[in-house]
């Protein structure tokens, strides 16, 4: 235990995930008891294997969509395919998941009086046309495309976030994640820092979707997770909706070129159709995670991507 907090009752959703993974390896670390749920849709109970003999760990099959009845102090509600890949395999199911999944979560925090951290997404600014994004934007999203089901499915959740917090008096923090990679990403998972990885690893050619000058910025998971759990123990009066990023920003083609000179591979870089509404351009303002949160990256893309690489080098090589 490196403590220092007191032993609460977490619940983890979508806790096989990669942020999942992460954030319940931290919290355990902690000393609290921690629950985690999840369906295995795009998790792996490998992710928590580390943990599944830590006697403050516990871990069980369910799925957001139907109601959950345990009691507990602190919700962090993660469940959803991140990977535009893998929400778009069952759009449906994604918007359920989005959507119900936040119901039950928050009539269970209404019932219990527990605190409860949304994970939604700078998905909720679509292919944005104010640059940085503060969160008081309210975004370009298509409602009908074929991203809405991830874009609107959290929107949907952020506005019975808020309503429910205005009408029952429930204590929330929303939380609008930037682009995060690291160690425990599905090697299959369909985002761009792990195809770029395994394909460099494998000598793949390296798909770069587009002319590779559209956007993004990149957070190390490790950051991520210190800006998650410091929004959870903030003062009830923070609910959010607050970035957490991290600014740098770099074109697709850039971060292309770097993940090959990391890896030392020859690897070719070839162009593939741009997705449909693929956003040109994404990057936080952060002033809000930083004066209220004191909270700002550490871990630079070289530093990050290091370690990202060495976890799939040891994947591909095992
Ligand atoms: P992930 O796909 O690795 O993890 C999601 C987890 O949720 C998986 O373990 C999956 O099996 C589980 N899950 C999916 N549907 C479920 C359901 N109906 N019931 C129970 N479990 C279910 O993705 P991630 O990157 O770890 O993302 C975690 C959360 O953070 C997601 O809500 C995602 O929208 C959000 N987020 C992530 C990023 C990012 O860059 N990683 C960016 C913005 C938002
Ligand atoms: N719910 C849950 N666990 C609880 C309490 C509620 O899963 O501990 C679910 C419940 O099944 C309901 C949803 O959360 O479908 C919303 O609950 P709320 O109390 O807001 O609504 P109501 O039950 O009045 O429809
Ligand atoms: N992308 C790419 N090649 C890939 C995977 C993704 O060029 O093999 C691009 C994708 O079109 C997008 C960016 O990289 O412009 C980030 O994609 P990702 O799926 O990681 O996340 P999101 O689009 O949700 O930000």
Redesign the pocket.
Same mark, same amino acid.
């Given at each position: 235990m490196t403590s220092g907090y007191d032993s609460k009752r977490i619940l983890v959703t979508g806790a096989a995930g990669f942020l999942g993974s992460h954030l319940c390896e931290r919290l355990v670390d902690q000393g609290h008891e921690v629950l985690g749920i999840d369906n295995y849709f795009t998790g792996r109970r490998a992710n928590v294997a580390h943990l599944l003999n830590r006697p403050n760990f516990e871990l069980m099959r369910h799925d957001v969509t139907l109601? $959950?009845?345990v009691e507990v102090d602190e919700i962090y509600n993660l469940a959803c395919p991140a990977s535009p890949v893998h929400y778009q395999h069952d759009p449906v199911q994604t918007t359920k998941t989005s959507v119900h999944g936040a119901?039950?979560m $928050?009539?269970?925090a209404?019932?219990?009086g527990a605190k409860i951290l949304q994970a939604s997404t700078s998905e909720v600014y679509g292919d944005p046309e104010q640059h940085p994004q503060t969160e008081e934007y309210w975004g370009n999203v298509n409602p009908i495309g074929p991203r809405s089901c991830y874009d609107e499915g959290k929107r949907c959740a952020e506005t019975l976030f808020f309503d429910y917090h205005r009408q029952n008096g429930v204590k929330i923090k929303v939380m609008r994640i930037f682009n995060t990679y690291g160690p425990r990403m599905h090697p299959e998972d369909g985002r761009v820092v792990s195809n770029f990885i395994m394909q460099a690893l494998t000598g793949q050619p390296i798909t770069i979707y587009g002319d590779g000058q559209q956007t993004r910025s990149f957070c190390y998971v490790d950051d991520l997770i210190e800006g998650m759990i410091r929004l959870m123990n903030s003062p009830d009066e923070v609910t959010g909706p607050i970035n957490i990023g991290n600014p740098g920003e770099f074109t697709i083609r850039e971060l292309a070129e770097k993940v090959v000179e990391m890896v030392g591979a020859e690897a070719e870089l070839v162009f593939r159709d741009l997705p449909v509404n693929d956003p040109m351009q994404r990057k936080p303002d952060i002033g809000k995670a930083q004066s209220i949160l004191g909270w700002e990256p550490t871990v630079s893309l070289e530093q990050g991507l290091e370690k990202t690489i060495g976890y799939f080098r040891g994947i591909v090589t095992r």
């Amino acid at each position: 235990m490196t403590s220092g907090y007191d032993s609460k009752r977490i619940l983890v959703t979508g806790a096989a995930g990669f942020l999942g993974s992460h954030l319940c390896e931290r919290l355990v670390d902690q000393g609290h008891e921690v629950l985690g749920i999840d369906n295995y849709f795009t998790g792996r109970r490998a992710n928590v294997a580390h943990l599944l003999n830590r006697p403050n760990f516990e871990l069980m099959r369910h799925d957001v969509t139907l109601p $959950l009845f345990v009691e507990v102090d602190e919700i962090y509600n993660l469940a959803c395919p991140a990977s535009p890949v893998h929400y778009q395999h069952d759009p449906v199911q994604t918007t359920k998941t989005s959507v119900h999944g936040a119901i039950n979560m $928050l009539g269970l925090a209404k019932r219990t009086g527990a605190k409860i951290l949304q994970a939604s997404t700078s998905e909720v600014y679509g292919d944005p046309e104010q640059h940085p994004q503060t969160e008081e934007y309210w975004g370009n999203v298509n409602p009908i495309g074929p991203r809405s089901c991830y874009d609107e499915g959290k929107r949907c959740a952020e506005t019975l976030f808020f309503d429910y917090h205005r009408q029952n008096g429930v204590k929330i923090k929303v939380m609008r994640i930037f682009n995060t990679y690291g160690p425990r990403m599905h090697p299959e998972d369909g985002r761009v820092v792990s195809n770029f990885i395994m394909q460099a690893l494998t000598g793949q050619p390296i798909t770069i979707y587009g002319d590779g000058q559209q956007t993004r910025s990149f957070c190390y998971v490790d950051d991520l997770i210190e800006g998650m759990i410091r929004l959870m123990n903030s003062p009830d009066e923070v609910t959010g909706p607050i970035n957490i990023g991290n600014p740098g920003e770099f074109t697709i083609r850039e971060l292309a070129e770097k993940v090959v000179e990391m890896v030392g591979a020859e690897a070719e870089l070839v162009f593939r159709d741009l997705p449909v509404n693929d956003p040109m351009q994404r990057k936080p303002d952060i002033g809000k995670a930083q004066s209220i949160l004191g909270w700002e990256p550490t871990v630079s893309l070289e530093q990050g991507l290091e370690k990202t690489i060495g976890y799939f080098r040891g994947i591909v090589t095992r």
